[in-house]
């Protein structure tokens, strides 16, 4: 019997899928080439892929359907459309979190330069040339243009092509560009103020693109961005997982990730004002996988053991091998990796964090759906790496969403719960910040248990005693915030799986930190100094941070937020040349402690589980 097809048609798209009885909406816009963001990979664990069925008969909601989404929602006819199967002709209405538009992703406009000479190793230089005029001479245009100059041209074809004309038609002589003694690239006139670099800093969710003079330094311009692969897996095992299926997957995240970069090149140069094709010097970091698939290459054996990358090393290669559109000779380098899971970003953090200096004990996190953890002093310099997951990103949490507008940020508890929003607008629902001064506020009320169970009775107020109930699918779970509060649509809540991810994310991490103290031989009243990186390390609460047991209880003094550290470092590789060779210097120097098979790991992971009995009172000045 042959297969029965049906068409999905999606609202305000011009194209279609037919798919076989069964299929998911999800494979269909997929194979429409409709974008859907698929956070948690298809499985039905977020609801960031829900979709509004408009037209075709309205199947029963799953269970995960009303898990995620909520009886609201799926009587407004929404589903997950990772669940959705196609039995009839369907339309639907694609649902993009509108408002996750205006998320918020950390950036830092201006390399810090102190103690940062700039040495780019781009050079421009004006000439103005002789036309061959003797045919007994045996010489040629591009002769003439560099005679003198001691430099040897690496032009591309199509540079040599436009120079004949280039060079008898500009009476204002011609522009030379070197990068490190060789010729990168010739232009009409005189354009040697006109020399730009990139720094690209791509993570598994973000990318930023920082457009930087390289001849004062300044930064032109900050183009952060939603990395477009997100619509395959929001985080990195869904995005290998979805690129072993076949090598047209790989193209598919290597293509959205290359165009959208090259749409960030174009924004910055129109907000710095200037042209692409001035565009010489690009460094580049992000995570082994993000590195991989911006080279065009496969990542399918960063997903099984033992993990190892093609390459480790620092990489260079002409930016247009890889499509950038920059500058014709523009160099590309991507700064070294560590091993499979403890990427160039993490070399960029060292780099701007001087973790290696001195001999103080310091450790610097960056928080992402992994966590790299770096730990420097007595002349050593370990990471590690932890599947740390989506959860502290606010993904596969019941109501979890990005920090955008609406999303809870703070929390705060005495007789009832307090939630504060970003940009003040109704709640809907609650991102990585709050998520965790929730979890430190329902420990501080003693709603949680130090083993991360909510106690279903018990001497609480009334107002927060009346929050906790139990969900429809059985499990437990506290509301944050009531339909009807301050707008909200409907009741935000927290439930108990929520709060077990967060545990495992937390513990995922500190007991990284914890193995790289065990190697050192350190404890954590020898620590000189934590530093959190990355988007989620900024916004976080530094009493909340120790409550939950995500970072050692120190001082405050001791805990710094250090911003985007990893795009810190790219700028400073981009800007100095020796910053650059250092961080190759440092990718030799790291001792990766993989911790999958580390002996002691299974036993500290589960012990950082639980959360701490109490926190210190330091005073902010402690
Ligand atoms: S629930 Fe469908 S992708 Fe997460």
Redesign the pocket.
């Known amino acids: 019997m042959s297969q029965v097809t049906h068409t999905v048609s999606f609202v305000g798209e011009s194209s279609q899928a037919k798919v076989d009885s069964g299929a998911s909406v999800?494979q269909a816009a997929r194979d429409a080439g409709v974008d859907i963001v698929?956070?948690?990979?298809?499985?039905?664990?977020?609801?960031?892929?829900r979709v509004k069925v408009v037209e075709g008969t309205l199947p029963p909601p799953t269970l995960?359907d009303i898990v995620?989404l909520g009886d609201q929602e799926v009587r407004e006819h929404y589903r997950?459309?990772?669940?959705l199967r196609v039995n009839d002709n369907i339309a639907v209405q694609v649902s993009p979190p509108l408002h996750e538009t205006a998320f918020q992703i950390l950036v830092d406009t201006e390399v810090p330069k102190k103690g940062l000479t700039v040495d780019c190793g781009v050079h421009k230089v004006h000439v103005q040339p002789t036309l061959p005029t003797d045919e007994n001479d045996a010489t040629s245009d591009l002769e003439e243009v560099l005679r003198g100059t001691g430099l040897t041209p690496a032009l591309s074809l199509d540079t040599v092509r436009r120079l004949p004309d280039m060079l008898r038609q500009s009476s204002a002589g011609l522009t030379i560009t070197t990068f490190d003694g060789t010729v990168l690239s010739l232009e009409s006139g005189d354009t040697t103020k006109q020399a730009f670099g990139l720094a690209l800093d791509i993570g598994t969710t973000t990318v930023i693109c920082y457009l930087i003079d390289l001849i004062s330094g300044e930064t032109m311009a900050t183009v952060p961005g939603l990395n477009p692969q997100a619509v395959f897996g929001g985080d990195l095992m869904s995005r290998i997982a979805f690129a072993m299926e076949s090598t047209t997957n790989v193209r598919k995240l290597r293509s959205r990730l290359i165009g959208f970069i090259n749409e960030q090149i174009g924004e910055a140069c129109s907000q710095g004002g200037i042209q692409r094709k001035h565009i010489y010097k690009i460094v580049v970091v992000g995570n082994s996988c993000m590195h991989h698939l911006f080279l065009g290459i496969d990542p399918k054996f960063l997903g099984c053991a033992p993990y190892a990358p093609a390459m480790r090393s620092a990489y260079a290669c002409a930016a247009r091998e890889v499509g950038l559109k920059v500058a014709d000779g523009a160099r590309l380098f991507m700064l070294p990796l560590v091993a499979g899971f403890v990427g160039a970003d993490t070399l960029g953090m060292i780099l701007s964090t001087h973790l290696e200096v001195g001999s103080k004990i310091r450790v610097a996190v960056d928080i992402g759906t992994n966590a790299e953890a770096v730990m420097g002093g007595q002349g050593s310099l370990l990471a590690c790496s932890s599947p740390a997951g989506p959860a502290l990103e606010g993904a596969q949490i019941r109501c979890g969403m990005r920090a955008a507008a609406g999303a809870i940020e703070r929390v705060s508890v005495d007789q009832d719960i307090h939630v504060q929003t970003i940009g003040g607008v109704p709640a809907v629902g609650v991102c990585g910040s709050g998520l965790v001064d929730a979890i430190a506020a329902l420990l501080d009320a003693g709603v949680l248990t130090t083993s991360g169970r909510m106690i279903a009775e018990g001497p609480l107020p009334a107002a927060i005693d009346k929050r906790l109930r139990t969900g429809k699918d059985g499990i437990a779970e506290f509301v944050l915030v009531w339909a009807g509060d301050g707008g909200a649509r409907q009741d935000l809540v927290l439930t108990q799986a929520d709060i077990r991810q967060v545990q495992l994310a937390k513990a995922a991490i500190s007991s990284g930190v914890a193995i790289l103290q065990h190697h050192m031989g350190v404890t954590d009243g020898d620590i000189d100094e934590f530093m959190l990186a990355g988007a989620f390390g900024n916004y976080l609460g530094m009493r909340s941070v120790r409550r939950i047991g995500l970072i050692p209880d120190l001082p405050p003094s001791r805990i710094r937020f250090v911003a985007n550290a990893a795009g810190l470092g790219a700028q400073m590789a981009l800007l100095s040349e020796s910053e650059r060779q250092r961080a190759e210097l440092l990718g030799q120097r790291i001792e990766h402690i993989t911790l999958a098979t580390h002996p002691e790991f299974q036993k500290v992971f589960l012990d950082a589980i639980s959360f701490p009995e109490e926190v210190a009172a330091y005073s902010e000045s402690d």
């Open positions: 999800l698929a956070t948690c990979g298809g499985r039905g664990r977020c609801r960031s892929c995960a995620q997950l459309s990772c669940q």
